[in-house]
């Protein structure tokens, strides 16, 4: 995990106020991660975290540029990426859930890991259709898969009907 050891922000003696961060993101970094979807990229991340009495925000801009597979034609697919999302950091030495916007640390905590925060920004700024497209990303799907994925397509429609199965389904239709 040394890949991520420049992402871990220390808070002790951080004064109240905003304190910018900025993060290089990379191949390395995805490597450290287990998801298929996100192998490579070039990211800057844009960190302000604004330190309060009892809590710290924390807001992250990411852009640059993803690499992905495109869900049409399964192609290698480079997008654009630009996301901003916020997470809270409360202190507490009570019991409490975490959830999605809120994270809660004990008091005696001097440092936060962001690299987990940083690549839930990133996957969650990801359209959830992604695919080739001229206007966008200036690139096209592979013709001959797509070509190929409507030949399948015809071969399964022009397929013939087991007549055991035409019989059933007129018995659904003939319900009174």
């Known amino acids: 995990m040394d890949a991520l050891s ?6 002790v003696g951080l004064k109240l106020g905003d304190h910018p961060y900025q993060f290089k993101v990379d191949g390395k970094f995805f490597e450290e991660f287990d998801n298929t979807e ?7 991340v844009d ?4 330190k309060r009495p009892n809590l710290m925000e924390l807001v992250f801009h990411v852009k640059g540029q993803i690499e992905t597979f495109c869900d049409r034609c399964g192609g290698a697919l480079e997008l ?8 809270i950091i409360k202190f507490s030495q009570e019991d409490f859930n975490n959830t999605d916007e ?13 690299s987990h925060m ?21 690139e096209s799907c592979d013709q001959e898969v797509l070509d190929k994925l409507s030949e399948y397509q015809e071969k399964e429609e ?17 319900k009174e």
Do not use: C, F, Q
Request: charged share 30%; net charge negative; aromatic share 4%.
């Open 158 to 174: 022009s397929e013939d009907v087991d007549d055991r199965w035409s019989a059933l389904k007129k018995l659904l239709t003939n």
């Open 47 to 50: 960190l302000v975290l604004t």
């Open 38 to 44: 996100l192998e490579d990229g070039v990211l800057d």
């Open 80 to 87: 654009p990426l630009e996301h901003k999302e916020m997470r």
């Open 102 to 114: 809120i994270l809660v640390l004990g008091n005696d905590e001097h440092e936060i890991d962001v």
């Open 6 to 11: 420049d992402y871990i922000i220390p808070i």
């Open 118 to 138: 940083i690549y839930e920004t990133i996957a969650l700024g990801l359209p959830s259709r992604r695919v080739h497209d001229e206007s966008v990303n200036g």
